[in-house]
């Protein structure tokens, strides 16, 4: 099965600033999907940002980007001018390409410091 | 266009006893997931199901779990003499037929055993 590793239990970065948050994932195929999912006190899953293995070019949805290294397996999100609304849990997940389910890793907890 | 709905939000149940949880999928979808988050961990996949069918279900616990998805009405998750460890959050996820990379996740029923 896969593997997908977070490594920081938690995070912490003062209002304004960038944060990087690490995902480390294992796999021998070459189609897959990365996604980072926030998690709010809610509990409510929120959809933050999708890659695509096949795409080079990193993903980028308004504050929140990724830097993809196919190679070294690896997934981390920056999150820039960052806001008190970010606070959450954050899990970074995989799924296969021709997979049903996604792994998630056991996530980082970010506190924004005001 | 409404989200995923999952009811009920919070169950509590005493040893021994049967919970339910139901779920019905976005406007569209007829696929769903089912993912259990234990505390402090990521979510972990239990099974998938198209309507009327269990795709694949290889996370799910051998005993006291079933799950279906009727051809009307929503997914239903059930736990049979639940347990302690049985307490978690269950997530629903669902999607378009052919798009499970893109899957829309509930608020999740947060079971309590006691």
């Known amino acids: 099965a896969q593997t997908v590793t977070q490594s920081q239990p938690e995070m912490s970065v003062q209002e304004a600033e960038t944060v990087t948050l690490s995902c480390t994932y294992d796999t021998s195929e070459s189609d897959y999907y990365l996604f980072w999912y926030k998690q709010p006190p809610s509990r409510q899953m929120i959809l933050v940002i999708r890659?695509?293995?096949?795409?080079?070019q990193n993903a980028t949805e308004n504050r929140f980007s990724v830097n993809f290294q196919k190679a070294a397996k690896s997934f981390s999100l920056k999150i820039s001018d960052s806001q008190l609304g970010d606070a959450a849990m954050y899990f970074c997940a995989y799924r296969s390409g021709g997979g049903n389910q996604f792994y998630f890793g056991t996530g980082t907890s970010l506190t924004v410091i005001p | 266009n409404a989200g995923v709905m999952q009811n009920p939000r919070h169950l509590v149940r005493r040893r021994g006893q049967e919970a339910r949880l139901r779920c019905s999928p976005m406007?569209?979808?007829?696929?769903v997931y089912w993912y259990r988050q234990l505390p402090e961990e990521g979510l972990k996949f239990m099974v998938y199901l198209q309507k009327e069918n269990i795709i694949d279900e290889s996370g799910m616990p051998k005993e006291r779990f079933s799950a279906e998805f009727p051809k009307e009405g929503p997914s239903i998750l059930r736990i049979q003499q639940v347990v302690r460890g049985d307490s978690a959050a269950y997530f629903c996820a669902s999607s378009r037929p052919g798009q499970g990379y893109e899957q829309y996740f509930g608020p999740g029923t947060r079971l309590t055993v006691t």
């Open positions: 890659q695509e293995a096949y795409k080079q």
């Open positions: 406007k569209g979808h007829s696929h």
